[in-house]
């Protein structure tokens, strides 16, 4: 089983920066892929950007040149920079981690709230 557990969150004005830190602890699969997604009220949890353990990315495009993620092997750490905030950003972030067929974990979920 693996534990993630996210930090980070909270108010900022728009065009503010945040800093999102998820780890992870248990019995970690050494090839994963961790990743931040997100939901706002009444919608469904999307993915924002996530890392394979070989550093490989994905961003969604709305985040694309505002977010960056990293990771931290030896930490067993993402964390996502998010810059150049907008309301619409605003959600619950969760941190997640892939592996194989059933690895699939996430976190308890942390709030971003971006006042315009």
């Known amino acids: 089983q693996v534990q993630l557990v996210e930090s980070g969150g909270g108010l900022v004005q728009a065009g503010g920066s945040l800093r999102l830190s998820c780890k992870a602890s248990?019995?970690?699969?050494?090839?994963?892929?961790m990743g931040w997604y997100r939901q706002a009220p009444g919608k469904q949890r999307d993915l924002v950007a996530d890392?394979?353990?070989?550093?490989?990315?994905y961003y969604e495009d709305d985040v694309k040149g505002r977010f960056t993620i990293s990771r931290d092997n030896t930490l067993n750490a993402v964390y996502l920079q998010m810059g150049s905030l907008k309301p619409e950003d605003t959600s619950v972030y969760y941190c997640?981690?892939?592996?194989?067929?059933?690895?699939?974990?996430w976190g308890q979920g942390t709030q971003v709230t971006v006042s315009s």
């Open positions: 997640n981690l892939k592996a194989g067929p059933g690895e699939d974990f």
């Open positions: 248990g019995r970690i699969p050494s090839m994963n892929v």
């Open positions: 890392i394979s353990t070989e550093h490989n990315t």
